[in-house]
């Protein structure tokens, strides 16, 4: 499985409905399960991004659906990016230099 650290930013309709932002991240997470993708952690923040979320997904395809899918119901704007364990990138590293 691979990680996205995702951060999010409540859309005008997001804010005007913060009162059910944490059942609206419980829809989320269900319905991202789903997908195949477990989300690990929600984070609502102070600072430029309302929140962070980690995700675990088999693969960029699936980990874009379910971020699509929270996306379409309008309260927030996201961005992805992947993580690398220390392991993972390790392999990463090792493939630089092989000829």
């Known amino acids: 499985m691979a990680t996205y650290i995702t951060s999010i930013k409540f859309t005008q309709q ?3 409905d913060i009162d059910h932002s944490t059942k ?3 829809t989320f997470k269900a319905e991202a399960k789903k997908l ?9 923040t102070l600072g430029d991004q309302d929140g962070v979320l980690i995700l675990d997904a088999p693969d960029d395809e699936t980990a874009t ?12 704007h996201t961005s992805t990016c992947r993580a ?4 993972e990138m390790e392999a990463v590293v090792g493939k630089v230099h092989k000829e």
Do not use: E
């Open 24 to 26: 609206r991240a419980a």
């Open 84 to 87: 690398f364990t220390t392991a």
């Open 65 to 76: 659906a379910a971020l699509l899918h929270l996306g379409i119901m309008g309260n927030v």
């Open 36 to 44: 195949g993708v477990k989300v690990k952690d929600i984070f609502w």
């Open 14 to 16: 997001g804010i005007k």
